[in-house]
Structure formats: structure tokens, C-alpha cells
């Protein structure tokens, strides 16, 4: 299982979602409602190990497209949930209810590396997205899968 798959997965079991509603992987939809978890370009190894075993991370946005405009209320909602979502993905880390991994892959944690924003929008919708960090251990044993 790829790491991308195993962080929908996980952002799937989230309660704050809206049933019913797409999740993709680096695609969202122009109008609302839909979610995507999109990768972020960044070195994946944070430490080497004399063993060749590695700590790496994969950092990634969890975004939607919400409704948007000069209604208030409806964009305190909309930063609200990510408020929330943020508050959910640190209980989880601190439960240890992480993203699930093959052999040789122990998840460490998952941590919110940014509040919630409007990343673009227009008179009716916006993107709204997080930034996050999923850390785990690889150990030299791992051969992709």
C-alpha cells in the first residue's frame, strides 16, 4: 500500500466529513463540496540509520472545496471544520490511531503543520486546505511493498 492511500484511508475514518462525499488524491473538483489529499514535495528522509534503516516523513494537504462568499456565517463554518479537522488529527496521533503501513513501516505520528486557509476562490466557492506531516520509520528490510 502506498503512503498516499494509506493517509485517505485514514482521513476517510474521520467523522467530520461529509457522508457521501468524494475524497480524492490530487484532484479537487470545481464545485463544492468534494475533498482531495494531495502530496507536497519535500526530502523524504529525516535520519539515516547505520543500519540503513530510515526515519522519513510525507508531508501533504488535506483540502476541499467549500461553499464560499460574502455570507459570514458560512465561512466561520468553513473555518471552523478545519479547526476541528486539526483537533482531530492531534487526538489520533496522541491516541496512536495512525495511518496503517506494510512490513517494515511503523507509523510514528501525524501532526498539523498549518491552520486551515482559503487557498482560492471565486464569488461562490473556495479551496480551503491544511498542511500536514505524517512521520514513520522504514526499516532496511522495506523493498517497496
Do not use: H
Not at 494531495?38 to 540509520?49: N, Q, V
Not at 488535506?62 to 486539526?86: H, M
Request: proline share 3%; net charge negative; with cysteine.
Amino acid at each position: 500500500m502506498t503512503i498516499i492511500e494509506s493517509l485517505r484511508d485514514f482521513i476517510a475514518s474521520c467523522p467530520l466529513l461529509k457522508n457521501g462525499v468524494l475524497l480524492n488524491v490530487d484532484r479537487l473538483g470545481a464545485t463544492e463540496i468534494e475533498y482531495t489529499v494531495d502530496g507536497e514535495m519535500t526530502a523524504p528522509i529525516l535520519r539515516k540509520y547505520t543500519d540503513g534503516s530510515t526515519l522519513r516523513q510525507f508531508n501533504f494537504i488535506f483540502a476541499s472545496r467549500e461553499k464560499y462568499g460574502a455570507d459570514t456565517l458560512q465561512n466561520i463554518e468553513n473555518s471552523g471544520f478545519y479547526e476541528d479537522f486539526a483537533n482531530w488529527i492531534e487526538t489520533q496521533s496522541n491516541i496512536g490511531n495512525l495511518p496503517k503501513l506494510d512490513n517494515y513501516r511503523v507509523p510514528q505520528y501525524i501532526e498539523v503543520q498549518s491552520g486551515g486557509y482559503v487557498f482560492d476562490s471565486d464569488d461562490s466557492t473556495a479551496r480551503y486546505q491544511i498542511q500536514l506531516k505524517f512521520v514513520y520509520y522504514q526499516d532496511r528490510r522495506y523493498t517497496n511493498g
